[in-house]
Nanobody, 127 residues
Framework: QVQLVESGGGLVQAGGSLRLSCTAS????????MGWFRQGPGKELEFVAA????????YYADSVKGRFTISRDNAKNTVFLQMNSLKPEDTAVYSC????????????????????WGQGTQVTVSS
């Protein structure tokens, strides 16, 4: 079983940037496809980005494409989400998730695809 801890959230002005980190323990993250999700105030949990266990396949939600970048450093057991050009509507609790997979190109995007979740980190974008 893998444990996930997010960090890097905070308060930023619109147009600014933040970099979120998700560090795994318990198991090596290289065996897992990883995803980022977010839940804004009064909204449902939504997919943001996913990266395959190899890092070669990446998938973004349309709402963040061109602004956010997901990456991973398997040697450090960490996945990142670089968020640029932030908008007030990006305000949410951001959570990372892990899914064990044998497929090197797997980039799952559904909440139910992921059995392991972190506790989340708050991102607030002021206008």
């Amino acid at each position: 079983q893998v444990q996930l801890v997010e960090s890097g959230g905070g308060l930023v002005q619109a147009g600014g940037s933040l970099r979120l980190s998700c560090t795994a323990s318990g198991r090596t993250v290289s065996s897992y496809a990883m995803g980022w999700f977010r839940q804004g105030p009064g909204k449902e949990l939504e997919f943001v980005a996913a990266i395959s266990r190899s890092g070669l396949s990446i998938y973004y939600a349309d709402s963040v494409k061109g602004r956010f970048t997901i990456s991973r450093d398997n040697a450090k057991n960490t996945v990142f989400l670089q968020m640029n050009s932030l908008k007030p509507e990006d305000t949410a609790v951001y959570s990372c998730a892990a899914r064990g997979t044998t497929y090197y190109s797997d980039t799952p995007s559904r909440v139910n695809d992921y059995p392991y979740w972190g506790q989340g980190t708050q991102v607030t974008v002021s206008s």
